[in-house]
């Protein structure tokens, strides 16, 4: 009996201790307006070797959770790439966001690589960028890979607004 005890504690501990070397992070205020917006999280993190991404659209949050830290940034990764954006639960898994916004005024800019799957999404990018001052117009659109904002502002004013609506994409 007190070997069948002993081996039942020492695989509770072996269990624990082999899932307390997860690592996980949640990422917050992500734009998840949807089924699609969900369904777009699970494909950009898909090839992540290792890594488990649980979107939560009613909470706004991505659950990243993987064997270590350089899976989890990956996984981070692979949904800014994928033109989602938010904030990070834990400062050693970084969002990185590379728009190549100048930080200067402009008439135009191109984005390309934002999340666009249905008419909530572009509702989002036109709300964002309605707060940023100058923006007159933009050419958004339901699954365009590339669109256009017109006016006069600052491209990183753009990208700001964007990130704060839980998206982002890169100037082209």
Same mark, same amino acid.
């Given at each position: 009996?007190?070997?069948?005890? =002993? ?6 501990? %072996? ?16 734009? %998840? ?9 699970? #494909?950009?993190? &898909? /090839?992540?070797?290792? %890594?488990?991404?649980?979107? +939560?659209? /009613? ?10 830290? &350089? ?9 800014? &790439?994928?033109?989602?954006?938010? #904030?990070?639960? +834990?400062?050693?898994?970084?969002? $990185?966001? +590379?728009?190549?916004?100048? $930080? ?33 117009? $933009?050419? &958004?659109?339901?699954?365009?890979? =590339?669109?256009?904002?017109?006016? +006069?502002? $600052?491209?990183?004013?753009?990208? /700001? ?5 839980? %998206? ?5």
């Amino acid at each position: 009996m007190k070997h069948i005890y =002993t081996s039942i504690v020492l695989a509770l501990s %072996l269990t624990v201790s082999a899932y307390a070397a997860d690592v996980s992070v949640t990422m917050t205020d992500v734009h %998840l307006c949807c089924p699609s917006c969900v369904k777009g999280v699970a #494909k950009a993190t &898909a /090839d992540v070797s290792g %890594l488990t991404a649980k979107a +939560d659209q /009613d909470a706004e949050t991505v659950t990243l959770t993987g064997p270590d830290a &350089a899976t989890v940034q990956k996984g981070a990764d692979a949904l800014v &790439a994928a033109g989602y954006f938010g #904030k990070s639960s +834990d400062p050693a898994i970084k969002i $990185n966001a +590379d728009t190549g916004a100048k $930080n200067q005024k402009v008439q135009s800019i191109k984005i390309e690589g934002l999340h666009l799957c249905c008419g909530k999404c572009v509702k989002a990018v036109n709300e964002a960028l309605g707060t940023v001052p100058g923006v007159t117009g $933009n050419t &958004a659109a339901k699954g365009v890979k =590339t669109f256009e904002v017109t006016g +006069d502002f $600052n491209d990183k004013d753009v990208f /700001d607004a964007l990130q704060k609506a839980g %998206l982002t994409g890169q100037e082209k």
